[in-house]
C-alpha cells in the first residue's frame, strides 16, 4: 500500500469505529459533552499515533485500548467529585464495555425499530431527555407534569425500550 | 438481594445521570459496581444502551413523527456528518480541497482542532475527503429510514443522479466492451466519458432527448447531455424538436441537429454523414457552415474538403432493427437460461428450485424444478400474484401485500449452503424485506432478507439469550430507488469448513465476514419457511411478522455447499435477462 492509500485506509477504520469509540467511552464516563471532549481527545491520538498501526491488525481494539488511556488520564484529571467510576472501575469495566459496544450497530438498528412503535408523547420525553440533555426537573414543567411522574415514566420507557431492543436483536 | 440491588443501582444511576444524587448516593452507587457483579453487568448494559440512544434516538424518525427540531437532536458524531452533507454544507469542491463550513458541530470542531496540527498537511484534506465518503454511505442508510417516515423523498438521490449523469443506457445487444473502457448495464446512467463497444449495439438516450444508437466497433465520447463526439464507428441519432440544437462532433467538424434523424459513420479520419429526416447544419474546421437536408449525404475527408455522396440509409441500424435485434437478443437469452436451468435441476446439491417456468398463470401451486421430481418440496402460492418474470416466455411471482407469500416444507439437515434468487425490488417499505424467512427460527434455521437500508442481511440462529442468539452478516447498502424495477441477481453462502457467510450481487462479491466461533452453528435445517415474507403463527405481536418483499421474484435456488465465486457469478451470466 502507498503512504496515501494507507491514510486513507487508516481514516476509514477511523471514521467507521467513531459509534464504537463513543459508546465505549460514553459508557465510562455516563455524560455526553465530556464524553464527546475525550472521544476527541482520543481521535486526536489515534491519529498521531497512526505510525504505530500495525497493517493488517483489527483497528477497533487498539482504537479501544487507546480510548481506555484517554478515558483514565480523563478521570483522573477530573477526579471523584466530576465522574463516577474512578480508575479501578474503568479497569474492571472495561473488557465487558468493549465486548458490549461490538454489538452497538445491531442495537442501533433494533433500537430503531422499538423508538418506531412508541407513542408521540413517550419519543417527546425521550427527546427532551437524551438529545437535549434537560433535567427531570425541566422535563416535568416542560410538559406540566410532577417531577417524580416524569422521573418514574422515563425510568419505565428506559427499561422498555432496553428490553425491546434486546428481543430484536434477538430476532433475525 | 440481587434483585432489590438492581432496583436501587437503576433509581441511582437514573438521578446521578440527572445531576441530583448527593454523596451518600454517589457512594452507595459505586460500593454496589464494586461489590455486586450483576450490577456490573446492568451498569455495562445501560450505559452502552444510552450510548446507542444518544447516537441513533435521532435517526429520523422520532423527529419526523415529532415534528421536534432536528438541529437540537444532533449529538452523535455521525448524526453531523449525515445533517452536514444533506445540507450541503460539506463541499467537495472540484479542486479536490473539501472544506467544511458551518458552526458549533462536532465534525468541524475534530476538523478544526486537526488542522491545528496537521496545517498543510495534505493528510488533513485526504481525511475529510475520506471522511465526506464515508458520510454519503452513512446518510444514505439514514436517508433510507427518513424515506420510510417523511413524504418528500429521495432528494439526495435525484441530486446525485443527475449530477453523475448525462445519459441513460437503454438498450444493449450482444455488447462486447472495449477491454480500456468501463463496462455499463441497461439502466445505468452514463457519466461524461468513453463509450467503447468492441462488438453489439447500444441505445444511449441523452438527458436532453436525443436518442442515439452506436453500433460496435466504435467509440463515443459523451461530453454532456447535448454533445457528443463519435472517435470512431457508426451511429444513427433520432433527434425529436425538443432535443434540437443536439451536436456530433467528428475531429473538428460538428454536426448540428436541427431536430431529425441522421447518421454518422468514422472511418480513418473519414466522416459520412446522411441525413434520413429534417436537416442538419455542418460546422466546418475553416468556419463555414453548410445545411445538408433529408435524403442527402456528405462525406469530410480527412483532407478537409467536403463532397456530397450516396445515401446508404440500410447501413445504419434504426430504432426498428434494434427492436427486432432485441427480440431475438430476449429469445436467446431465454434459451440460453432455460439450458442452464435443465443442467441445475439435476444438480445434486439443490435442495429445493423454483424455476418458475413450467407454471400455469392459474395455479396457486409453485412447483419444484428439482430433478428427480419431489412433490414434497412444491410451494403454495399465498396472496401473491404471477406476473411476467425476465422474459416473456415465463412467469415470476409479484409480492405486493403483507399478506402475499410462498410457503414451502424443506426437510433435512444440511451444513453448508447456498441462497440465490433473481428479484426486482420495486421498494424496500419494512424495516426486513423477506427473501426466505424460516417460521420458528429454531437453532439452525437461516433468515435471508434485506433490510429497509438496502443492506443484505443472513443469520442462522443459534440459540435463545443475549447475545448469543445468532450473528448477523450485512452487507453494506446495494440498493437505492434508482435501482426500482431491475432484476437484480443475490447469491448468499454459508460456509461451515470457513465459518463464512458471503454475500454476492450480480455475480460479484459485495461482502465476506467470518462469523465468531462462539455464534457458529454447523448443522442447518429449514422445515417450514415462507419465500417473500415471514410466517410466525407464534409472534405475538403480529404487525412485526410482516415482512413481506415489495416486488418480484423469478428463480429461487437452494444449494447444499457453499458454491464458488465463479459459480456465483455463472449463475448470474446464465440468467440475465
Given at each position: 500500500m502507498?503512504?496515501?492509500?494507507q491514510?486513507?485506509?487508516?481514516?476509514?477504520?477511523?471514521?467507521e469505529?467513531q459509534?464504537r469509540l463513543?459508546?465505549?467511552?460514553?459508557?465510562?464516563?455516563g455524560e455526553?459533552?465530556?464524553?464527546m471532549?475525550v472521544?476527541?481527545e482520543t481521535?486526536l491520538?489515534?491519529?498521531?499515533?497512526?505510525?504505530?498501526?500495525?497493517?493488517?491488525?483489527p483497528f477497533?481494539?487498539?482504537?479501544?485500548?487507546?480510548?481506555?488511556?484517554?478515558?483514565?488520564a480523563?478521570?483522573r484529571d477530573?477526579?471523584?467529585d466530576?465522574c463516577?467510576?474512578?480508575s479501578?472501575l474503568?479497569?474492571?469495566?472495561?473488557?465487558q464495555t468493549?465486548q458490549?459496544v461490538?454489538q452497538l450497530?445491531s442495537?442501533r438498528?433494533?433500537l430503531?425499530?422499538c423508538?418506531?412503535?412508541l407513542?408521540?408523547?413517550?419519543?417527546?420525553?425521550i427527546?427532551?431527555?437524551?438529545y437535549r440533555?434537560?433535567?427531570i426537573?425541566?422535563?416535568?414543567?416542560a410538559?406540566?407534569?410532577r417531577t417524580?411522574a416524569v422521573k418514574?415514566?422515563?425510568?419505565?420507557?428506559?427499561?422498555v425500550?432496553?428490553?425491546c431492543?434486546?428481543?430484536?436483536m434477538?430476532?433475525? | 438481594?440481587?434483585?432489590?440491588e438492581?432496583?436501587e443501582?437503576e433509581?441511582?444511576?437514573?438521578?446521578?445521570e440527572?445531576?441530583?444524587l448527593?454523596?451518600?448516593?454517589?457512594g452507595?452507587?459505586?460500593?454496589?459496581?464494586?461489590q455486586?457483579?450483576e450490577v456490573?453487568?446492568?451498569?455495562?448494559?445501560?450505559?452502552?444502551f444510552g450510548?446507542?440512544?444518544?447516537?441513533?434516538?435521532?435517526?429520523?424518525?422520532s423527529?419526523a413523527t415529532?415534528?421536534?427540531?432536528?438541529?437540537?437532536?444532533v449529538c452523535?458524531?455521525?448524526r453531523?456528518?449525515?445533517t452536514?452533507?444533506?445540507?450541503?454544507?460539506?463541499d467537495?469542491?472540484?479542486?479536490?480541497?473539501?472544506?467544511l463550513?458551518?458552526s458549533?458541530?462536532?465534525v468541524e470542531?475534530?476538523?478544526?482542532?486537526?488542522?491545528?496540527i496537521?496545517?498543510g498537511?495534505?493528510?488533513?484534506?485526504l481525511?475529510?475527503v475520506a471522511?465526506g465518503r464515508w458520510?454519503?454511505?452513512?446518510?444514505?442508510?439514514?436517508s433510507?429510514?427518513?424515506?420510510?417516515?417523511l413524504?418528500?423523498?429521495?432528494q439526495l438521490?435525484k441530486?446525485?443522479?443527475?449530477?453523475?449523469g448525462i445519459?441513460?443506457?437503454?438498450?444493449?445487444?450482444?455488447?462486447?466492451?472495449?477491454?480500456?473502457e468501463k463496462?455499463?448495464?441497461v439502466?445505468?446512467p452514463?457519466?461524461?466519458?468513453v463509450?467503447?463497444?468492441?462488438s453489439?449495439?447500444?441505445?444511449?438516450?441523452?438527458?436532453?432527448g436525443a436518442?442515439?444508437?452506436?453500433?460496435g466497433?466504435?467509440?463515443?465520447?459523451?461530453?454532456?447531455?447535448?454533445?457528443?463526439?463519435l472517435q470512431s464507428g457508426r451511429l444513427?441519432?433520432?433527434?425529436?424538436?425538443?432535443a434540437r440544437?443536439?451536436?456530433v462532433?467528428?475531429?473538428?467538424l460538428?454536426?448540428?441537429?436541427?431536430?431529425?434523424?441522421?447518421?454518422i459513420?468514422?472511418?480513418?479520419?473519414?466522416?459520412d454523414?446522411h441525413?434520413?429526416d429534417?436537416?442538419?447544419?455542418l460546422?466546418?474546421?475553416?468556419g463555414?457552415?453548410?445545411?445538408?437536408?433529408?435524403g442527402?449525404?456528405?462525406?469530410?475527408?480527412?483532407?478537409?474538403?467536403?463532397?456530397?455522396?450516396?445515401?446508404?440509409?440500410?447501413k445504419f441500424?434504426?430504432?426498428?432493427?434494434l427492436d427486432d435485434?432485441v427480440r431475438?437478443?430476449?429469445?436467446?437469452?431465454?434459451?440460453?437460461w432455460?439450458?442452464?436451468?435443465?443442467?441445475?435441476?439435476?444438480?445434486?446439491?439443490?435442495?429445493?428450485y423454483y424455476?418458475?417456468?413450467?407454471?400455469r398463470?392459474w395455479?396457486?401451486k409453485?412447483a419444484s424444478?428439482v430433478i428427480?421430481?419431489?412433490?414434497?418440496?412444491?410451494?403454495?402460492?399465498?396472496?401473491a400474484?404471477?406476473v411476467v418474470?425476465?422474459?416473456p416466455?415465463k412467469s415470476?411471482?409479484e409480492f405486493?401485500r403483507p399478506?402475499?407469500?410462498?410457503?414451502?416444507n424443506i426437510?433435512?439437515?444440511?451444513?453448508?449452503?447456498?441462497f440465490?434468487?433473481?428479484v426486482?425490488?420495486?421498494?424496500?417499505?419494512?424495516w426486513?424485506?423477506s427473501l426466505?424467512?424460516t417460521?420458528?427460527?429454531?437453532?439452525g434455521?437461516?433468515?435471508?432478507q434485506?433490510?429497509?437500508t438496502?443492506q443484505l442481511?443472513?443469520?442462522v440462529?443459534?440459540?435463545e439469550?443475549r447475545?448469543?442468539?445468532h450473528h448477523?452478516?450485512?452487507?453494506?447498502?446495494?440498493w437505492n430507488a434508482s435501482?426500482s424495477?431491475?432484476?437484480l441477481?443475490?447469491a448468499t453462502?454459508?460456509?461451515v469448513?470457513?465459518k463464512?457467510?458471503?454475500h454476492?450481487?450480480?455475480?460479484?462479491k459485495?461482502?465476506e465476514?467470518?462469523?465468531?466461533?462462539e455464534?457458529?452453528?454447523?448443522?442447518?435445517?429449514?422445515?417450514k419457511?415462507t419465500?417473500?415474507n415471514?410466517?410466525?403463527?407464534?409472534r405475538p405481536?403480529?404487525?412485526?411478522a410482516?415482512?413481506n418483499?415489495n416486488?418480484s421474484?423469478?428463480?429461487?435456488?437452494?444449494?447444499?455447499?457453499?458454491l464458488?465465486?465463479h459459480?456465483?457469478?455463472n449463475?448470474?451470466?446464465?440468467?440475465?435477462?
Amino acid at each position: 500500500m502507498s503512504d496515501t492509500e494507507q491514510t486513507e485506509f487508516f481514516v476509514q477504520q477511523l471514521a467507521e469505529c467513531q459509534g464504537r469509540l463513543f459508546g465505549y467511552i460514553y459508557s465510562m464516563l455516563g455524560e455526553h459533552s465530556r464524553a464527546m471532549d475525550v472521544v476527541q481527545e482520543t481521535n486526536l491520538v489515534l491519529w498521531r499515533k497512526k505510525e504505530d498501526f500495525r497493517e493488517g491488525a483489527p483497528f477497533v481494539p487498539w482504537a479501544l485500548g487507546i480510548a481506555r488511556f484517554q478515558v483514565l488520564a480523563h478521570v483522573r484529571d477530573q477526579g471523584r467529585d466530576r465522574c463516577l467510576l474512578d480508575s479501578e472501575l474503568v479497569a474492571a469495566l472495561s473488557l465487558q464495555t468493549e465486548q458490549q459496544v461490538d454489538q452497538l450497530e445491531s442495537m442501533r438498528i433494533a433500537l430503531r425499530q422499538c423508538m418506531s412503535d412508541l407513542p408521540r408523547e413517550k419519543i417527546e420525553m425521550i427527546h427532551l431527555r437524551y438529545y437535549r440533555s434537560m433535567p427531570i426537573a425541566e422535563i416535568a414543567k416542560a410538559m406540566g407534569r410532577r417531577t417524580d411522574a416524569v422521573k418514574v415514566a422515563l425510568l419505565r420507557l428506559r427499561r422498555v425500550l432496553a428490553d425491546c431492543m434486546q428481543r430484536r436483536m434477538l430476532e433475525g | 438481594m440481587a434483585l432489590s440491588e438492581i432496583e436501587e443501582f437503576e433509581r441511582l444511576l437514573f438521578d446521578w445521570e440527572d445531576g441530583t444524587l448527593d454523596t451518600t448516593g454517589i457512594g452507595r452507587l459505586r460500593d454496589l459496581l464494586r461489590q455486586n457483579p450483576e450490577v456490573r453487568q446492568r451498569y455495562v448494559e445501560r450505559q452502552v444502551f444510552g450510548a446507542v440512544l444518544r447516537l441513533d434516538a435521532d435517526a429520523g424518525i422520532s423527529a419526523a413523527t415529532t415534528g421536534l427540531s432536528e438541529t437540537a437532536a444532533v449529538c452523535s458524531p455521525e448524526r453531523l456528518h449525515e445533517t452536514l452533507t444533506l445540507t450541503g454544507t460539506i463541499d467537495d469542491k472540484s479542486d479536490g480541497i473539501t472544506t467544511l463550513h458551518d458552526s458549533g458541530n462536532v465534525v468541524e470542531g475534530w476538523n478544526r482542532r486537526h488542522t491545528g496540527i496537521l496545517l498543510g498537511a495534505a493528510a488533513s484534506i485526504l481525511l475529510c475527503v475520506a471522511l465526506g465518503r464515508w458520510l454519503v454511505v452513512e446518510s444514505r442508510l439514514k436517508s433510507a429510514v427518513q424515506n420510510r417516515v417523511l413524504a418528500g423523498t429521495g432528494q439526495l438521490e435525484k441530486q446525485e443522479a443527475t449530477s453523475v449523469g448525462i445519459a441513460l443506457v437503454t438498450r444493449l445487444v450482444d455488447v462486447t466492451w472495449q477491454e480500456s473502457e468501463k463496462q455499463f448495464m441497461v439502466g445505468d446512467p452514463l457519466p461524461a466519458g468513453v463509450v467503447g463497444l468492441e462488438s453489439g449495439v447500444a441505445q444511449i438516450e441523452f438527458f436532453c432527448g436525443a436518442t442515439v444508437i452506436l453500433e460496435g466497433p466504435a467509440r463515443l465520447m459523451l461530453e454532456s447531455s447535448t454533445v457528443a463526439r463519435l472517435q470512431s464507428g457508426r451511429l444513427r441519432a433520432q433527434v425529436p424538436p425538443a432535443a434540437r440544437g443536439f451536436q456530433v462532433h467528428v475531429d473538428q467538424l460538428k454536426v448540428v441537429d436541427l431536430g431529425t434523424e441522421f447518421g454518422i459513420e468514422v472511418n480513418e479520419g473519414q466522416a459520412d454523414v446522411h441525413v434520413f429526416d429534417g436537416e442538419v447544419e455542418l460546422h466546418q474546421p475553416n468556419g463555414e457552415q453548410r445545411l445538408v437536408v433529408a435524403g442527402n449525404a456528405v462525406t469530410h475527408a480527412a483532407s478537409g474538403v467536403l463532397e456530397t455522396s450516396k445515401l446508404t440509409p440500410d447501413k445504419f441500424l434504426g430504432l426498428e432493427g434494434l427492436d427486432d435485434r432485441v427480440r431475438n437478443q430476449k429469445q436467446s437469452r431465454y434459451e440460453r437460461w432455460l439450458e442452464h436451468s435443465m443442467e441445475l435441476r439435476k444438480d445434486p446439491r439443490v435442495i429445493t428450485y423454483y424455476s418458475m417456468e413450467q407454471d400455469r398463470y392459474w395455479k396457486r401451486k409453485l412447483a419444484s424444478s428439482v430433478i428427480p421430481g419431489n412433490r414434497d418440496l412444491d410451494g403454495a402460492i399465498v396472496g401473491a400474484k404471477r406476473v411476467v418474470g425476465r422474459w416473456p416466455q415465463k412467469s415470476g411471482i409479484e409480492f405486493k401485500r403483507p399478506g402475499d407469500r410462498v410457503r414451502v416444507n424443506i426437510p433435512g439437515q444440511f451444513g453448508s449452503l447456498t441462497f440465490a434468487c433473481w428479484v426486482k425490488i420495486d421498494s424496500l417499505d419494512r424495516w426486513y424485506n423477506s427473501l426466505f424467512l424460516t417460521d420458528s427460527y429454531q437453532r439452525g434455521e437461516p433468515h435471508w432478507q434485506i433490510l429497509d437500508t438496502g443492506q443484505l442481511f443472513f443469520s442462522v440462529r443459534l440459540g435463545e439469550g443475549r447475545g448469543k442468539g445468532h450473528h448477523k452478516v450485512l452487507s453494506p447498502p446495494f440498493w437505492n430507488a434508482s435501482m426500482s424495477g431491475r432484476w437484480l441477481h443475490l447469491a448468499t453462502t454459508y460456509d461451515v469448513e470457513t465459518k463464512t457467510t458471503t454475500h454476492f450481487l450480480n455475480g460479484e462479491k459485495l461482502h465476506e465476514e467470518r462469523i465468531p466461533d462462539e455464534l457458529f452453528v454447523e448443522q442447518t435445517r429449514f422445515g417450514k419457511a415462507t419465500i417473500g415474507n415471514w410466517s410466525s403463527p407464534t409472534r405475538p405481536e403480529a404487525d412485526f411478522a410482516i415482512r413481506n418483499l415489495n416486488g418480484s421474484m423469478d428463480e429461487f435456488v437452494l444449494f447444499h455447499g457453499a458454491l464458488t465465486n465463479h459459480e456465483i457469478r455463472n449463475l448470474f451470466v446464465q440468467g440475465s435477462p
